[in-house]
């Protein structure tokens, strides 16, 4: 079984910066993938950002330049940098087994950005 704990989300001002960190459990290798995605209320959930286990980094068209997907594989991390943070980031953003199509999901950590 695999386990994904999201932390580090909260509340901060338009232009700032927030580090997202997903904590990785259970039957997880360096050669699994690992994505970020967000949901915004009364919205489709949305690809953020994706990781492959050879380190190929993809980002969605409305965080390029600003947000870095990493990895750690000695302790299981994954990691969202976010700068020039937007109001329109606000979401519930959650981490995941898989890029393309995720096997497993975190619960999700809320990020609000003020306008």
């Known amino acids: 079984q695999v386990q994904l704990v999201e932390s580090g989300g909260g509340l901060v001002q338009a232009g700032g910066s927030l580090r997202l960190s997903c904590a990785a459990s259970?039957?997880?290798?360096?050669?699994?993938?690992f994505a970020w995605y967000r949901q915004a209320p009364g919205k489709e959930r949305e690809f953020v950002a994706g990781i492959t286990g050879g380190g190929t980094r993809v980002y969605g068209d409305s965080v390029k330049g600003r947000f870095t997907i990493s990895r750690d594989d000695s302790t299981k991390m994954v990691y969202l940098q976010m700068n020039s943070l937007k109001p329109e980031d606000t979401a519930v953003y959650y981490c995941?087994?898989?890029?393309?199509?995720?096997?497993?999901w975190g619960q999700g950590t809320q990020v609000t950005v003020s306008s």
């Open positions: 995941a087994l898989g890029t393309t199509r995720p096997s497993f």
């Open positions: 259970g039957m997880i290798s360096a050669r699994n993938g």
